[in-house]
């Protein structure tokens, strides 16, 4: 069975300053998609980023990227320039390369941006 | 094209009663996948379900809880008889057919209180 682990129960960062978060995970499979989610108060789950395993070029969506290290099974988000609406839980997710298949979610880290 | 829907967004029962949770998939998605978040943790996969199948039920509790995704209609997450550990936000969400399945889409969730 797959696993998540998110190490960091909470984290803080200054507005316009970097931050990031770890998630590491265990498999056997070899091909699989990576997810960051973001959770604000308001509780809708909103996807930040996606990774596919077989690529090796890190994803990059506007001020969020991570650092894909495969062989290490680690997955990190890096938010550049935060802002005061990063403000949230973040859950890093793994699922199989299986068309229609559930995600595996870590605990989550609460991301609290400072003004 | 409007997102996953849930209703209702809470909902009280009552010890021993029947709870039932409503998600319509986005238009065009065939797979509908049920989580339950208990309070301060992650999202636990419960359900995978395609039109009139239950692909998934892994994460299901054996005793008590049923879905459903009929032909016509929303799917229907069912808990009999609740009781207070009942007590989670439940979330839907639902991905297209074919190569673009791994793309989940979430509604806004279902907190069910247990008194």
């Known amino acids: 069975a797959q696993t998540v682990t998110q190490s960091q129960p909470e984290m803080s960062v200054q507005e316009a300053e970097t931050v990031t978060l770890s998630c590491t995970y265990d498999?056997?499979?070899?091909?699989?998609?990576l997810f960051w989610y973001k959770q604000p108060p308001s509780r809708q789950m909103i996807l930040v980023i996606r990774q596919e395993a077989y690529k090796q070029q890190n994803a990059t969506e506007n001020r969020f990227s991570v650092n894909f290290q495969k062989a290490a099974k680690s997955f990190s988000l890096k938010i550049s320039d935060s802002q005061l609406g990063d403000t949230a839980m973040y859950f890093c997710?793994?699922?199989?390369?299986?068309?229609?298949?559930?995600?595996?979610f870590g605990a989550g880290t609460i991301l609290r941006v400072k003004s | 094209n409007a997102g996953v829907m849930q209703n209702p967004r809470h909902l009280v029962r009552r010890r021993g009663q029947e709870a039932r949770l409503r998600c319509s998939p986005m238009k065009g998605h065939s797979h509908v996948y049920w989580y339950r978040q208990l309070p301060e943790e992650g999202l636990k996969f419960m359900v995978y379900l395609q039109k009139e199948n239950i692909i998934d039920e892994s994460g299901m509790p054996k005793e008590r809880f049923s879905a459903e995704f009929p032909k016509e209609g929303p799917s229907i997450l069912r808990i009999q008889q609740v009781v207070r550990g009942d007590s989670a936000a439940y979330f839907c969400?639902?991905?297209?057919?074919?190569?673009?399945?791994?793309?989940?889409?979430f509604g806004p969730g279902t907190r069910l209180t247990v008194t």
């Open positions: 498999t056997s499979e070899s091909n699989y998609y």
């Open positions: 969400a639902s991905s297209p057919p074919g190569a673009e399945s791994y793309e989940q889409y």
């Open positions: 997710a793994f699922m199989k390369h299986v068309q229609g298949n559930k995600l595996v």
